[in-house]
């Protein structure tokens, strides 16, 4: 993809809070949010206190350190921390909060069925578990006079997993693509004329024009993407060649609680 060549002007400093007010403000979709991803923060710390988990971990998120490597060992403490199903509702919950409080009106929550037999869970009880909180919200939005978030559920399908368990999951498709360059892969995606992609940070010219072409909408996840490295910088990051070329975009968050971020916050870059 090509780089912007606009003078840096990403960092937080450059934008008032009257900007971040307005964003916080403004009606939101989300369509890009993993479930373990955007947990709340005070949520994990609460959790791995309660479980006396990994004291490296919870000091690691008072500190609100977001370094990659950290991000990486967030992601493995959320795992440990979800082992029954009560947590899942509980998490799926307070996701349904935090992305409410956002002032998000419409949100596609997206999770890997999951399958542990050591926690006594199957990937149907794992996703009842997430769909009781679902049902919950939005029963409670529809006799609540405050403000409602409407939540769908996409069903994830992990790569490393065979074909035989990804068909067990299949419904419509959006597909992670291009977080590295990977220009067979990312062809071969774009041949199956997915409904939406994800990411596609890293393009070469054929790609580029073959995604332009496909009219296919994208999932622009910004501070996902430059913390993880996919892309240099902010000022670098794809959005503005999209847009600019009319391509359907959609900005996301991928994974609020992990990179500390909102999806005002990524409205406001
Ligand atoms: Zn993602």
Not at 177 to 186: D, F, K, R, S
Not at 198 to 216: P, Q, V
Request: charge should be negative; aromatic fraction near 6%; hydrophobic fraction near 35%.
């Amino acid at each position: 993809m090509h780089r912007l060549t606009a003078p840096p002007q990403g960092s937080n400093e450059i934008f008032s809070a009257n900007q971040l007010r307005l964003c916080s403000a403004l009606p939101k979709v989300e369509l890009h949010a993993h479930l373990n991803g955007s947990v709340p923060e005070s949520t994990l710390r609460e959790l791995a206190e309660s479980r006396q988990l990994d004291a490296g971990a919870c000091v690691m998120l008072q500190r609100g350190d977001r370094s990659l490597s950290n991000c990486f060992k967030l992601f493995d403490l959320i795992h440990q921390l979800t082992t029954t199903h009560e947590v899942i509702t509980r998490i799926s919950r307070e996701v349904i909060i935090s992305f409410q409080e956002d002032n998000v009106v419409y949100l596609e929550l997206r999770t890997t069925p999951k399958n542990r037999p050591e926690c006594s869970m199957t990937k149907e009880s794992y996703l009842q578990a997430v769909l009781a909180a679902v049902d919950a919200h939005e029963h409670q939005s529809i006799t609540s006079a405050e403000h409602g978030i409407c939540v769908r559920l996409l069903l994830s399908i992990d790569r490393r997993e065979s074909s035989e368990q990804a068909w067990q999951t299949g419904l419509k498709l959006t597909l992670h693509a291009a977080e590295v360059y990977a220009p067979l892969e990312t062809h071969a995606i774009l041949d199956l004329l997915p409904d939406r992609l994800g990411h596609m940070c890293c393009l070469d010219d054929d790609l580029e024009a073959k995604l332009l072409g496909s009219r296919i909408p994208v999932e622009l996840c910004l501070s996902s993407n430059v913390i993880t490295q996919s892309v240099p910088t902010y000022p670098e990051h794809h959005f503005a060649t999209l847009y600019h070329k009319g391509h359907p975009v959609a900005l996301c968050t991928d994974d609020s609680g992990v990179f500390a971020t909102t999806l005002s916050r990524e409205s406001y870059w």
